[in-house]
């Protein structure tokens, strides 16, 4: 009987890894950037090391910090400072967001986004592994000048599943003239714990609860 309750509790416990919930992995809410440097370190989440990295061709004078949002803040984050970016000069360049997807999977990328009417209305987002060939996702268009939520979910890519390096990049266009804009602010990377470690350590309880059970039945035959 305590074989087969020990059993039952195994195989719930591989099946409960199946349906864990995500994790916040990395997140940017701009509250502390200076409006000027073009690498930014996340502000929390399990990848302290994640990063976001704007093109070196945008200049420092076309960065500047705004009225953020609490549109798709990390729990009582306050509003703060979003990020802008200005200047049709700059259509076609961008930011790359990394980080470690290292036992993950099923990432799903979010954010809050606005432009001005003259700003960038065409935003495709990419992904990659190598950070040198990116593959497009969507295309991430909004003409509001408001704050709309963004949700991008790349379950589908299995290549970014377990990833020690994964890129997503979004690439800005469409501003008309020098005072377009797009801001965005509160950017969240989650994704879900992979399995793999908890369900070993279900396959390993199962060879264990085997060996003592024959061993058990060996003393029994012996007396």
Do not use: C
């Not at 976001?52 to 500047?64: E, Y």
């Not at 360049?93 to 809050?112: E, I």
């Not at 589908?156 to 965005?184: E, H, K, M, P, Q």
């Not at 470690?197 to 058990?216: C, D, E, Q, Y």
């Amino acid at each position: 009987m305590r074989a087969t309750l020990t059993f039952v509790g195994i195989i719930a416990l591989t099946i409960t890894t199946s349906s864990v919930e995500a994790s916040l992995v990395a997140n940017w809410n701009f509250n502390t950037y200076n409006g000027d440097d073009h690498s930014i370190l996340s502000d929390m989440g399990a990848d302290a090391g994640a990063s976001l990295t704007i093109d070196a061709g945008w200049p420092s004078v076309d960065l500047s910090t705004q009225s953020g949002t609490t549109l798709n803040a990390v729990g009582a984050t306050p509003a703060g400072s979003a990020i802008q970016f200005t200047n049709n000069a700059n259509n076609g360049l961008g930011f790359t967001m990394q980080a470690d997807l290292t036992n993950y999977q099923n990432a799903v990328l979010s954010f809050a986004y606005k432009r001005t009417g003259n700003g960038f209305d065409n935003v495709d987002l990419f992904y990659s592994t190598d950070g040198v060939s990116f593959t497009k996702f969507a295309d991430v268009d909004n003409a509001d000048a408001s704050y709309n939520l963004h949700s991008y979910d790349f379950s589908a890519i299995n290549a970014l599943d377990g990833a020690s390096t994964a890129f997503f990049r979004l690439v800005l266009d469409g501003a008309s003239n020098s005072s377009g804009t797009a801001d965005f602010d509160n950017i969240q990377l989650n994704a879900v714990p992979e399995p793999a470690s908890l369900t070993m350590l279900g396959v390993g309880s199962l060879a264990f609860l085997a060996v003592n059970r024959r061993r058990r039945r060996i003393r029994e035959l012996a007396a």
